[in-house]
T-cell receptor, first 111, second 112 residues
Framework: KAGVTQTPRYLIKTRGQQVTLSCSPISGHRSVSWYQQTPGQGLQFLFE???????NKGNFPGRFSGRQFSNSRSEMNVSTLELGDSALYLCASFDSYNEQFFGPGTRLTVL | QKEVEQNSGPLSVPEGAIASLNCTYSDRGSQSFFWYRQYSGKSPELIMF????GDKEDGRFTAQLNKASQYVSLLIRDSQPSDSATYLCAVKSSGSARQLTFGSGTQLTVLP
């Protein structure tokens, strides 16, 4: 099976812009979670989607949003980018045993 | 207060030694415990998971869980230089949500 895929792998944006990141889970996996990883804060949970419904959301401002499509693919959007949004954004999909497999990540740099 | 704590490291061990990585968690309702390995510039890779008290072995890796003490550890036997990475402990709380709470990681260096 193919693993979790994320696009794009790298992004450079400027403050105030918005960005959309995409994630395709492992075939057959219906749950997708998003995490932000920074050197200072580590890995922090953003949100989880299951069957197109957001089931859980982390402690992030409303500028961070996401959605999931009927084919389980997911997108996350960050509006009005700030310098502090520079991070590695990781998507993970779950199997039926709750084992979570991460994609390669999208490295976002905000200038 | 951080919910998942790991020994901060960095930790250095000689090749062939046993590396011991430790993690404590605050939520007594936590159900599942995971160890991930992350190489520099890469995404986390699942090494092991453990749900029940006791030991679970997989090759050179052994995970140990003690729910009464809210403690989980990872032992790496016969450490190899390729094991040099950051090891992340992650905890899933009770309930249906699949949110993982991660520790800050322990950087391990295996010296040839």
């Amino acid at each position: 099976k193919a693993g979790v895929t994320q696009t794009p792998r790298y992004l450079i944006k400027t403050r105030g812009q918005q960005v959309t990141l995409s994630c395709s889970p492992i075939s057959g996996h219906r749950s997708v979670s998003w995490y932000q990883q920074t050197p200072g804060q580590g890995l922090q949970f953003l949100f989880e989607y299951f069957s197109e419904t957001q089931r859980n959301k982390g402690n992030f401002p409303g500028r961070f949003s996401g959605r999931q499509f009927s084919n389980s693919r997911s997108e996350m959007n960050v509006s009005t980018l700030e310098l502090g949004d520079s991070a590695l954004y990781l998507c993970a999909s779950f199997d039926s045993y709750n084992e979570q497999f991460f994609g390669p990540g999208t490295r976002l740099t905000v200038l | 207060q951080k919910e998942v704590e790991q020994n901060s490291g960095p930790l250095s061990v000689p090749e062939g030694a046993i590396a011991s990585l430790n993690c404590t968690y605050s939520d007594r309702g936590s159900q599942s415990f995971f160890w991930y390995r992350q190489y520099s510039g890469k995404s986390p890779e699942l090494i092991m998971f453990i749900y029940s008290n006791g030991d679970k072995e997989d090759g050179r890796f052994t995970a140990q869980l003690n729910k009464a003490s809210q403690y989980v550890s990872l032992l790496i036997r016969d450490s190899q230089p390729s094991d040099s990475a950051t090891y992340l402990c992650a905890v899933k709380s009770s309930g249906s949500a699949r949110q993982l709470t991660f520790g800050s990681g322990t950087q391990l260096t295996v010296l040839p």
